[in-house]
């Protein structure tokens, strides 16, 4: 039996469409699941970042305990203006973040708007938007634990999950650290060393330079490809839809399944590859079963 003819009989066993609700499963993609839940809009209302926040983290328990998969969290720049912004800056204090990129597939940098374009732009009555001349950075969330990304910035519209398989790279061995040794070492009262040193290790994740070969492509010219640690994919249900195989084959390398706030979609996106969608049902089935529902915000929709 062929993959594709493998994949074919998977989907012909796969849950039914009301198993799945509230999630929208497209029935078009070849080798792959994907699926979209919507919401009324972003930054999301109370209700809906209720459910949303518990359906993540029984979804994580569920992949990284049943599919080997670990998260790692990335959350838009741009979705951090005025009152959100002091969010992250409280967050900052407490745990380690990394700059990076995330990047639309093939998506060259924005250019500055030149003073032509400033004419334009006024000649037409219009403003100029920064946010439209700024790549897509964004912060990996290195330090904290997935609970806390998700009650901290879970809703806004730029969170990015990505569950990728464990490090191949060997882990350091533990530093042995005696009490006396770390008095003697320098620092501020009450610093963290345990933290430093798992901050240290972190930045060492393999998934960083495996993520610019394969979403940095293009950019390797860029004056500011050189510092960038990561470049991770920030993908709508289109891309995932339009891709062809080899590049689905890339994608599905690097993570094991993709979860996305996207605005572009008016909602939240998923995807993998592997047949994860049981686990999926599991979550959904013991959430209705103790009576949460997700708001419905609106019907009808296709992918």
Known sequence: MSGQEAFERRRRLSASPSMLLPWVRAEQSQNFFLYW?????????????V??????????????????????????LKMFTNRRSEVLQRYREKYPVMLGLSRAPDAPTPPMPTAEDAKRLALDGKEIRIEDSVADYCYWLEGGTFPTHVETFLGNGGFLTLFLLPDPKPKPAPLPLTPKLRAALPGPPGMDLDAMLQSAARKQESFLAQSKRLFGRGLEEQPEYIGLQYIVPLLKTSDFLNASPELLEDWFSF??????????????????QRDLEPLLVEVL????????????SRKGFQI
């Open 37 to 49: 839940l919507p919401v009324s809009g972003f930054p999301v209302v109370h209700n809906e970042r």
């Open 51 to 76: 459910w949303l926040q518990d359906f993540y983290l029984r979804l994580a328990a569920q992949i990284e305990n049943k599919a080997d998969l670990r998260s790692e969290v990335f959350v838009q």
């Open 255 to 272: 993570f094991g399944l993709y979860l996305n706030e996207s605005p572009a979609d008016g909602g939240v996106i998923m995807s993998f």
């Open 285 to 296: 089935t013991t959430m209705r079963e103790e009576g949460k529902q997700y708001p419905a």
